[in-house]
């Protein structure tokens, strides 16, 4: 019974982390942004069985300029099919109760986009799962309980790409990270030739959800150098079912490039054409650029990465701070493998902030959120008890502040001067302001909890029972009603009990499964 209370209390705390507005609202057949695209993949694969778009994309020659790909006078979503492929099966799920409610009316809500805004969260879970379970399989390393890390990904921010906006293709990428190391570490165990094979052929497919992550490529030699088995590396990618593997992921790779966009290819700049910005190398002529000017701009980004007010890791993502810090130890310390490793799978995430220059239109440095598994294996393998130990002192502000995200008006983005310098759209050069102002202002922990999904269930159950009227004027009558606590109360009344139990029942299995299960080592 102790443990089924535990499991209630988190299940309780996940659905306050869970936010609303993003899923209030299907994303349209004609919108051309990042989430859009991820859906549009989901949608086609999981509820056709195809890459024909023409069902969840208006073929419209007004919205080509908006940045969809055009092949064959059909629009196709820019951003990359991976997310999808993942999020294809709880479409499908969602299209089976969507046709289950034609017969019984359980909801007016649309519940295919419903439990589409579950996979994210889903995918979140296993990570932990899979990553608590390679670290305490190495001998050397602090054991790490799921629970505990779920709250350092809290205070990273990962968590708001599966809790908020989910459509987004991060988590995503967390999971390939983690999955790959998972599938390195029981193929380095059971030396069995099909796990040679997966790892080389995810390798390369796992890239279709986010095309500039070759990192993907070094995971295992990252793995074999964690476990001191440098001198197995040669031996692993050359192995012939890796190279096999990986020969059918390029295949595959190559295959879906033609399909999609009608030519095969590896650059993504010819998927995004004009849309994909190479940052300040388009922006400034270079040959007017000495060396000490490219060493100053990239010193000046790299002390913004760790120390603006602007989601500083050494505040926002503790996680992702440390591993850079171990990154230079690793060099002073003479691990000159591992340190070389880690230079190349790095430099791709950090060099998409160099060359752009912005966080990257939402919360936190988003690009980075790749390396959050091999931070945490990192950590748990070069550092102390005490140094974990300050990790998590650092990371209750980070979850504060994570929490504080569009609560006010300095932790909300808006188009202005960043932290690097640059004009941009989606800025808060001042959050970490925003946050400290408004640490003792009772309206932004009202939004906090008015946005999640632990509000609208108590909500949902509180106008059964004295309706949706009694409720307004109560919450008027304290001065607090406007428009979004309108929006809010309606989207709770339309939504059903029988959704509350299938998230509940969903997040108590997750949890059960992945966050409090025996560690089966």
């Known amino acids: 019974m102790k443990k089924k209370y535990k499991i209630l209390i988190f299940v309780l705390i996940v659905l306050f982390l869970t936010k609303i507005d993003y899923r209030q609202n299907n994303l349209g057949t004609y919108n051309p942004s990042d989430d859009a695209s991820y859906q549009y993949h989901a949608y086609t694969i999981g509820l056709d069985f195809d890459l024909d778009y023409s069902n969840q994309i208006i073929q419209n020659t007004d919205y080509k300029v908006l940045g969809f790909y055009e092949n064959d006078e059909k629009l196709i979503p820019k951003h990359p099919l991976g997310a999808g492929i993942l999020a294809a099966p709880f479409v499908f799920i969602g299209s089976i109760f969507n046709e289950i409610n034609k017969i019984i009316s359980f909801t ?32 050397y390393t602090q054991s790490l309980k799921p629970i505990n890390l779920f709250i350092l990904y809290v205070g990273s921010g990962v968590t708001y790409y599966a809790f908020e906006r989910f459509s987004m293709s991060h988590i995503y ?24 094979y997966l790892v080389g052929f ?66 993504p700049k010819k998927i995004y054409r004009n849309n994909m910005s190479l940052g300040f190398l388009e922006k400034n002529n270079l040959d007017g650029y000495f060396d000490f000017d490219i060493f100053l701009l990239f010193f000046n980004t790299y002390i913004n990465l760790i120390f603006t007010k ?48 912005t966080t990257g239109s939402s919360y936190g440095f988003r690009y980075l959120s790749v390396l959050l598994p091999i931070a945490v294996l990192v950590i748990y393998r070069f550092s102390s008890p005490k140094f974990i130990q300050a990790i998590y002192y650092i990371n209750i502000f980070s979850i504060f502040a994570f929490l504080k995200f569009e609560t006010n008006e300095l932790t909300s983005l808006r188009e202005q001067i960043n932290s690097f310098g640059v004009m941009h759209r989606f800025s808060a050069p001042r959050y970490l302001d925003g946050v400290l102002q408004s640490a003792f202002e009772l309206d932004g922990y009202l939004k906090i909890f008015i946005t999640s999904f632990l509000s609208l269930i108590i909500f949902k159950i509180l106008i059964s029972i004295v309706g949706i009227e009694f409720i307004s004027d109560l919450i008027d009558s304290f001065g607090y009603l406007n428009s979004d606590v309108v929006e809010f109360l309606e989207y709770a009344n339309r939504f059903s009990f029988t959704e509350v139990m299938l998230l509940i029942l969903f997040y108590y299995t997750l949890s059960k499964k992945f966050i409090f299960e025996r560690m089966k080592l």
């Not at 994210?120 to 001998?139: M, P, T, V």
């Not at 890796?242 to 059918?248: A, E, I, P």
Request: glycine content about 2%.
């Open 108 to 139: 007016t809500n649309d519940t295919i986009y419903f439990f589409y805004s579950m996979s994210s969260i889903f995918y979140l879970f296993l990570s932990i799962n899979l990553l608590s379970k390679i670290i305490n399989k190495l001998e």
């Open 173 to 196: 990428e967390v999971f390939c990270a983690t999955f790959l190391i998972y599938l390195t570490d029981l193929t380095y165990e059971l030396k069995k030739s099909k796990y040679y």
């Open 202 to 267: 995810l390798s390369f497919f796992f890239i279709t959800v986010r095309w500039t992550n070759y990192l993907y490529l070094l995971l295992p030699a990252f793995y074999l150098s964690i476990v001191s088995k440098e001198n197995r590396i040669l031996n692993f990618y050359l192995n012939r079912y890796y190279l096999s593997g990986v020969l059918t992921g390029i295949i595959a790779f190559m295959t879906h490039s033609k399909i999609l966009y009608d030519v095969y290819t590896l650059n």
């Open 310 to 357: 602007e989601f500083g890791l050494i505040l926002f993502s503790p996680l992702l701070a440390a591993l850079i810090y171990f990154y230079f130890k690793l060099f002073v310390n003479k691990e000159f493998k591992i340190f070389q490793i880690l230079t190349l799978i790095i430099s791709i995430p950090f060099g998409v902030i160099f060359l752009w220059q």
